[in-house]
């Protein structure tokens, strides 16, 4: 295994943390405005399989229609990029070591 492999892996497990993270308060904040319960609308976006859960709350969640603050999309914005990146790095420094193994 290679140190980019490594450098990935954690990448991958810190950014997706950090996605979580982020969708939670996202979802928090946009469900105090738009929704009766801002607190199951978050514990279903982490605990349900992430993004699913998410597109269940942008879909059934969003009962009114008023303008949400915002905050917190710009953090959610960039730990998904981070996110997209480092699964790149890593499935790609394992199907590196895979061939390179066989």
Partial sequence: MSLFFY????MFVLSGICVLISAGLWT???????SN???L??????FV?????LIAY???GRKKTEKSPGKYKKLLIIFAICFVFSSV????????WIITTS
Wanted: glycine content about 8%.
């Fill in 41 to 46: 609308w978050t514990v279903i976006v982490i």
């Fill in 28 to 34: 928090y904040a946009d469900a105090k405005v738009r």
């Fill in 7 to 10: 450098i990935g892996m954690i």
């Fill in 37 to 39: 319960n801002p607190e």
């Fill in 89 to 96: 790095i890593y499935i790609g420094e394992f199907i590196r």
């Fill in 49 to 53: 399989n992430f993004p699913f859960g």
């Fill in 58 to 60: 942008l879909i059934a």
